[in-house]
């Protein structure tokens, strides 16, 4: 059985359950799509490329969850914004 996550993106993706590398996929998607800047998105690779997944479980397992912060460029606001990604029960009281 695979296992099931709820990957959010603050701002931009609302909590949505997947199996854990359909979250990732997801979210590096959605993050290539913001205005993030070189710089940024290239600090942000490395989270959701190559062995990503085990990288993800273990901090899930040792965190309760993974969550990378990030800024897009000509945010009024100022505001950080993060991807989270928990066991599916986390985030949306489902299991």
């Known amino acids: 059985?695979?296992?099931?996550?709820t990957v959010s993106i603050g701002g931009e993706l609302e909590p949505t359950q997947q199996t854990l590398p359909q979250a990732i996929v997801l979210a590096w998607q959605t993050l290539r799509h913001l205005p993030l800047g070189k710089d940024q998105l290239e600090t942000l690779r490395p989270r959701f490329g190559v062995g990503a997944e085990q990288r993800i479980r273990d901090e899930i397992a040792e965190k309760g969850k993974f969550e990378v912060c990030f800024l897009p460029v000509g945010t009024l606001d100022g505001d950080m914004r993060s991807v989270v990604i928990a066991p599916a029960d986390v985030l949306t009281g489902s299991r």
Not at 1 to 5: E, L
């Open 1 to 5: 059985m695979s296992y099931m996550v």
